[in-house]
């Protein structure tokens, strides 16, 4: 079975401020991918990146990076100098090989205050 | 163009009414998707459709009917249905149908309220 743990349900920053959002995920599958969503309240689930089992590398891009770690099984999310504009629900999701079904967590309400 | 349009955006209908939700996407995708979502939680997926034809099923209840009529066109036909079903609609599409590893693009929704 798979499964995703986004602990924090809400978080409030204050613009400019740093947030990480943690996802910590469990499968008994060896190839997997990892995904990021951000949903505004417009509704549309917008993709942010995929990241697959077997490359560990760190990515960034602008003011998001993510940090994956199979070792602790996480796939964590920073969006540094944040803005008004982040404030969304970010969604962390894993899918194996040979299953097109996505597993959600739960889901942060990140909430940028001016 | 990563867009996937969905129409219509917000729909009212009563538990007596037959109404469909469309979506549609030019990228040529071969994998579309209907997805449920409750407010504050996480999509839960419906119905996959792989190079037009049902692939998965999440044993979701006859009242809902999906159709794929060609490779970029998904519907979702409704009939009484109850409130319990108004929800976030969202449909979506991916490029790999079964390999797991494509990312899925989602439309805006149709934001169903059942009266």
């Known amino acids: 079975a798979q499964k995703v743990t986004q602990a924090q349900t809400e978080i409030s920053v204050v613009e400019k401020e740093d947030v990480t959002l943690d996802c910590v995920y469990e499968?008994?599958?060896?190839?997997?991918?990892l995904f990021w969503y951000k949903q505004p309240p417009s509704g549309e689930l917008v993709f942010l990146i995929r990241r697959n089992s077997f490359d560990e590398q760190n990515e960034i891009s602008g003011r998001y990076s993510w940090n994956f770690q199979k070792s602790t099984s996480s796939f964590n999310f920073t969006i540094t100098a944040s803005q008004v504009v982040d404030s969304a629900v970010y969604f962390c999701?894993?899918?194996?090989?040979?299953?097109?079904?996505?597993?959600f967590g739960k889901g942060n309400q990140v909430v940028v205050i001016p | 163009d990563t867009e996937v349009t969905q129409t219509p955006k917000h729909l009212v209908m009563g538990m007596t009414n037959k109404k469909s939700l469309k979506c549609e996407q030019h990228?040529?995708?071969?994998?579309m998707y209907w997805y449920k979502q409750k407010a504050k939680k996480p999509p839960e997926l419906m119905f996959v459709?792989?190079?037009?034809?049902?692939?998965i099923n999440e044993s979701v209840p006859s009242r809902f009917s999906p159709e794929c009529p060609n490779s970029s066109l998904l519907n979702l036909h409704l009939h009484a249905l109850q409130p319990e079903d108004s929800a976030l609609y969202l449909c979506?599409?991916?490029?790999?149908?079964?390999?797991?590893?494509?990312?899925?693009?989602f439309g805006q929704g149709t934001r169903l309220t059942v009266v």
């Open positions: 979506a599409s991916s490029q790999d149908s079964a390999g797991g590893n494509t990312e899925a693009f």
């Open positions: 499968t008994r599958d060896t190839t997997y991918y």
């Open positions: 459709y792989s190079y037009e034809k049902l692939s």
């Open positions: 999701a894993l899918s194996s090989y040979g299953n097109n079904r996505l597993a």
């Open positions: 990228m040529g995708h071969r994998a």
